[in-house]
């Protein structure tokens, strides 16, 4: 995806997630590219090993208002919230 294309979706209302893996990234083209603020859509990691925690954050942000309703019945049902 180019910035350009990035900032037509984003125009219309996308929100864009980044994530970079090694240390060979462009950081200020991924940027460009996510959606502000960067601490919740732009993700780097030098490791593989550490994408769990980054997906987990993306799980955080992209299914945040999924996660509230299905926690909110977990709760109801009283069964044991998962940790993501």
Same mark, same amino acid.
């Given at each position: 995806?180019?910035?350009?294309?990035a900032e037509l979706l984003k125009n219309r209302g996308a929100r864009?997630?980044?994530v970079g893996v090694t240390n060979k990234i462009n950081?200020?083209?991924l940027k460009a590219i996510a959606s502000e603020p960067? +601490?919740?859509h732009y993700f780097n990691s030098t490791s593989i090993a550490n994408l769990d925690y980054i997906r987990n954050n993306l799980l955080k942000h992209v299914c945040h208002e999924g996660a509230v309703k299905v926690e909110n019945t977990l709760?109801?049902? +009283?069964?044991k919230i998962p940790n993501l």
């Amino acid at each position: 995806m180019t910035i350009k294309e990035a900032e037509l979706l984003k125009n219309r209302g996308a929100r864009m997630f980044v994530v970079g893996v090694t240390n060979k990234i462009n950081e200020t083209e991924l940027k460009a590219i996510a959606s502000e603020p960067y +601490k919740d859509h732009y993700f780097n990691s030098t490791s593989i090993a550490n994408l769990d925690y980054i997906r987990n954050n993306l799980l955080k942000h992209v299914c945040h208002e999924g996660a509230v309703k299905v926690e909110n019945t977990l709760r109801r049902n +009283k069964r044991k919230i998962p940790n993501l």
